[in-house]
């Protein structure tokens, strides 16, 4: 079992930045694809972001390319998603997710951590 804590979540005015923290313990994750979602008000869950297993590759939604920054360290067994430009509709709550290397599917997701951006 993997236990994912996200933290770093909080107000910023439009423009700013945030960097969210993702940290799993029960197990090393350096196997595992993270992932970051996200879900707005009244919408469903959005894939934001991903990286793999070394961190060698990442990707983006659209929405967020040019202004987010995923990364991880598999020594601490930490991902991170640093939040540059922010906009109000980048407002959501952050999940982080690991990905099965083998099946593609996410096997473990975090709580949450809530962002906001004011106009």
């Known amino acids: 079992q993997v236990r994912l804590v996200e933290s770093g979540g909080g107000l910023v005015q439009a423009g700013g930045s945030l960097r969210l923290s993702c940290a799993a313990s029960g197990r090393t994750i350096s196997s595992y694809g993270m992932d970051w979602f996200r879900q707005a008000p009244g919408k469903e869950r959005e894939w934001v972001a991903a990286i793999n297993w070394s961190g060698g590759s990442s990707y983006y939604a659209d929405s967020v390319k040019g202004r987010f920054t995923i990364s991880r360290d598999n020594a601490k067994n930490t991902v991170a998603l640093q939040m540059s430009s922010l906009k109000p509709e980048d407002t959501a709550v952050y999940f982080c997710?690991?990905?099965?290397?083998?099946?593609?599917?996410?096997?473990?997701w975090g709580q949450g951590t809530q962002g906001t951006v004011s106009s």
């Open positions: 997710a690991a990905r099965s290397s083998s099946s593609y599917r996410v096997a473990y």
